[in-house]
């Protein structure tokens, strides 16, 4: 079976209708922290039945309470980590390094540093794709987010969605 991902980081407390348009026909949405508000993470729980979050650096004491900083699972056959500050490939954070390099998953998700990037590890023989930013939060230009399929331990169909190219800096 082929599960449709949404990833999804850094929304720092904006809802964008633009979230459902590009979303909401995933089967699994997975948000790689700075949530922002619980509000903001109630309308992501509505959208589907699987919604995977871990919390971030911004995210207050309420969005730690209920997501972890770390979250290992399996979607298909795939053995993925979702963390928010993780590096990449060749830079790593110090954080989940060890975790990385002792067992490698066959996907690395993090979000944090607002640059989107989709990276083969040949190191680890991992993929590692960090979406972006898609909050108006942040020196970003574009705000992004990722589709892609799971179909086994495989990726496919890796689409980057850009949601406008102009947003207020702060």
């Not at 699994?28 to 650096?57: K, L, Q, S, Y």
């Not at 690395?108 to 590890?121: E, P, T």
Request: aromatic share 10%; proline share 4%; glycine share 10%.
């Amino acid at each position: 079976m082929t599960k449709r991902i949404g990833i999804i980081s850094d929304t720092h407390g904006c809802w964008d209708e633009k979230y459902e348009t590009y979303l909401g026909e995933c089967d699994e949405i997975w948000h790689a922290g700075d949530i922002g508000t619980m509000e903001v993470a109630d309308r992501f729980e509505a959208m589907r039945p699987v919604f995977r979050a871990v919390c971030g650096n911004c995210d207050g004491y309420d969005l730690r309470a209920r997501y972890p900083e770390l979250l290992r699972f399996r979607c298909e056959e795939a053995d993925v980590l979702l963390k928010h500050i993780g590096g990449y490939p060749g830079h790593y954070d110090p954080s989940v390094r060890a975790k990385l390099y002792y067992s490698p998953p066959h996907l690395f998700v993090a979000g944090h540093s607002h640059i989107l990037k989709v990276q083969y590890d040949k190191t680890l023989q991992m993929l590692h794709i960090n979406p972006g930013a898609a909050g108006m939060q942040g020196w970003h230009k574009d705000r992004t987010l990722i589709r892609l399929t799971v179909e086994g331990n495989k990726f496919g169909d890796c689409e980057v969605i850009t949601l406008n190219n102009n947003h207020s800096t702060t």
